[in-house]
């Protein structure tokens, strides 16, 4: 990653595409609260530990090997929401302020939908930014700044023991492959429904409920990618 600056990159065009087969290897895709409503019916949306600061994140699952994304196996992206994480690439922020001009962005030099032909500009022959790159950089910085909140809530749901860790056992059928899946963290629904009437009420408060539910209904899509990963095996033991 590198600064971005218009004296180093002000040829470069940006390609807009729905190819997301670079994280095939990726079952566990960084999420933040504000998509779980619109996520919920297409993935299952998890909590699953930061290994470096031991933070609770929310994730989708989408795929039951550890790494096997089943959604990006091929250049076509079949669901209808595209998560956020991926809306960001090739650029990263590397410094945020209190807003885009504070912000530092960075920008991923090797990427693949970087051209100097074709795709979007990223700034004019006055070394202004585009239109085009202004929204980028405003959408980079909303949703690091999402993601900042998304630790604070699951601070906060941690601290209320509301997480609970889970293994996932599944298989399609009797004649499929078996996997177990650990080191994911649930939100107890039996806990919310047991909550003092004032905890329950500062939940709401927080405007956390919404997410929660929504939380609990994408679980049941954990079926889906059973589903998938048994076609997927299917396909790979009769190339």
Known sequence: MAPLT????????????????????????????????????????????????????????MGL????????????????FIPTSFTLEPFAVTQLGSGVEDSEIALDEHSQ??????????YLEDGSATEYLKAKKENVVKITEQSLQAVEICRYLAEK??????????QYSEESRKYEIEGIFVV??????????????????????????AHLVSLQQIHRLSRMQHQLDKEQSNP
Not at 161 to 170: A, D, I, M, P
């Open 6 to 61: 218009y004296e180093k990159h002000g040829r470069l065009r940006l390609i807009e595409q729905r190819d997301f087969s670079g994280h095939r290897d990726e079952n566990f895709v960084p999420v933040v609260f504000q998509e779980f409503s619109a996520m919920a019916t297409e993935f299952p949306l998890v909590f699953v530990r930061n290994k470096k600061t031991g933070d609770f994140m929310p994730s989708a699952l």
């Open 65 to 80: 090997d550890q790494a096997t994304n089943l959604y990006c196996q091929t250049p076509t992206w079949q669901p209808t």
């Open 113 to 122: 939908l970087l051209s100097e032909t074709v795709g979007e500009k990223l």
């Open 161 to 170: 023991k509301l997480l609970v860790s889970r293994t996932l056992k599944l």
């Open 188 to 213: 107890d629904e039996q806990l919310i429904q047991n909550l003092p009437d004032e905890e329950f009420r500062e939940l709401r408060n927080r405007g956390l409920l919404a997410m929660i539910y």
